[in-house]
């Protein structure tokens, strides 16, 4: 097992890294630095080529200042946990071929993490004793999953989004209402002077364990372009979108709780940063004698401490990655099982690791 754990995390629009040391066998977070970039902000969306860039040019000073901050030198550190995927091909390569650079120059292990795997691990760096059988709703600006998680390590897939993911309707309703880039903070905060007073679909509310939400965009879209005062009706239009999308996420979550019998629901993911999503699934699955599960907001947003830990978690059961580890878009989930559903499960009933 490794001592000291360097995360390293690229995939999107935050530069990450973090030092994860072995306290008495656990982990315990001893430096988090993410730089997220500003220079999206002015695009109203991650460009994927200035993303790259920038990741380059501050992969190193972020990772110098992680193990400043956690008093140890590089020489310290025996294993490197970087994302492999999914995201954005160029900047996930940036990740992978300084992490496969520093493994390899200091006879470190390696090993590459699913990006969802880190969210899903996240809540354990504050909750040391939270563990399986669980539900998670993993809700980022990509992805919207919800897994059945026997154990660390073995996941079955419930359901997933059929169109948009949740944080990019976010993102998306946010840009149509004139609100800046990312989305999901901006209506959380408008939404809390508004009225759900919309009736916006409550898509596939009692539809087995999928989602969607693109019918649900469009009608917010036809919803503005109707309002005959815009100003007026921002608020109630983001609370009125707000309060569907979590109705749904919330009464998914729930029939999981019911489905599996299990008393534990982790949420994860930039989404799962929305406090009222949090309120609202614990209410839904209070009476079932379950309870949420939730990093704060810094460890559940794009991070490099929740890769670290995902990575401990496979380099415990010994598993680690060859210098042929490739950054992968769409790279399936590890340990997916056979008879799950997701159209990116790997046909392998094995679980894999990425390589
Ligand atoms: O996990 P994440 O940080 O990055 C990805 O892996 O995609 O998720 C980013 C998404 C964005 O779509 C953003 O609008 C959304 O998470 N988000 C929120 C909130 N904070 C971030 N959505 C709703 N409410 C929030 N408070
Ligand atoms: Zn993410």
Same mark, same amino acid.
């Given at each position: 097992m490794a001592d000291v754990v360097l995360g390293?995390?690229?995939?999107?629009?935050?530069t990450s890294a973090a030092v994860l040391?072995?306290?008495?066998?656990?982990?315990?977070?001893?430096?988090?630095?993410?730089?997220?970039?500003?220079?999206?902000?002015?695009?109203?969306?991650v460009v994927p080529e200035l993303a790259s860039r920038a990741h380059l040019s501050t992969i190193e000073p972020v990772t110098r200042r992680a193990l400043e901050e956690a008093g140890l030198p590089l020489s310290a550190v025996d294993a490197v946990a970087v994302t492999a995927g999914p995201g954005l091909a160029g900047a996930l390569l940036v990740g992978v071929c300084y992490g496969k650079a520093l493994a390899a120059a200091g006879g470190r292990k390696l090993i590459g993490v699913h990006?969802?795997?880190?969210?899903?691990?996240?809540?354990?760096?504050?909750?040391?004793?939270?563990?399986?059988?669980?539900?998670?709703?993993?809700? #980022? !600006?990509?992805? +919207?999953?919800? /897994?059945?998680?026997?154990?660390?390590?073995?996941?079955?897939?419930?359901?997933e989004t059929r169109d948009d993911a949740a944080g990019e309707a976010f993102d998306k309703v946010a840009s149509m209402l004139g609100l800046g880039f990312p989305g999901g903070p901006a209506i959380e905060r408008l939404a809390r002077t508004g009225r759900d007073r919309f009736g916006f679909p409550r898509p596939m509310l009692h539809d087995g364990f999928d989602f969607s939400f #693109? !019918?649900?965009? +469009?009608?917010? /879209?036809?919803?503005?372009?109707?309002?005959?005062?815009?100003?007026?009706?921002?608020?109630d239009l983001a609370a009125s979108f707000q309060a569907a999308v979590l109705d749904v996420l919330a009464a998914k979550v729930r029939a999981a709780i019911e489905h599996t019998g299990y008393r534990t629901a982790v949420l994860g993911g930039g989404v799962a940063c929305n406090r009222m999503l949090a309120e609202r699934v614990a209410?839904?699955?209070?009476?079932? !004698?379950?309870?949420?599960?939730?990093?704060?907001?810094?460890?559940?947003?794009?991070?490099?401490?929740?890769?670290?830990?995902?990575?401990?978690?496979?380099?415990?059961?010994?598993?680690?990655?060859?210098?042929?580890?490739?950054?992968?878009?769409?790279?399936?989930?590890p340990g997916l099982e056979a008879g799950s559903s997701a159209s990116s499960a790997p046909s392998a009933a094995s679980p894999k690791v990425p390589q």
């Open positions: 390293l995390e690229t995939s999107c629009d935050e040391v072995n306290d008495r066998g656990r982990p315990e977070l001893a430096s988090l630095v993410i730089l997220s970039q500003d220079v999206h902000r002015v695009f109203g969306g990006h969802l795997e880190g969210h899903l691990f996240a809540p354990t760096l504050e909750d040391r004793d939270l563990a399986p059988p669980l539900v998670a709703l993993i809700v #980022s !600006g990509g992805h +919207t999953v919800l /897994l059945d998680v026997p154990e660390w390590g073995r996941y079955r897939l419930l359901g #693109s !019918g649900l965009k +469009t009608a917010v /879209l036809l919803a503005v372009r109707r309002s005959a005062q815009l100003e007026a009706d921002r608020a209410a839904e699955i209070k009476r079932h !004698g379950a309870r949420v599960a939730v990093a704060s907001p810094r460890i559940n947003a794009d991070n490099a401490a929740m890769i670290a830990r995902a990575g401990w978690f496979h380099l415990s059961r010994g598993e680690t990655s060859d210098h042929y580890l490739d950054a992968d878009p769409r790279l399936p989930w």
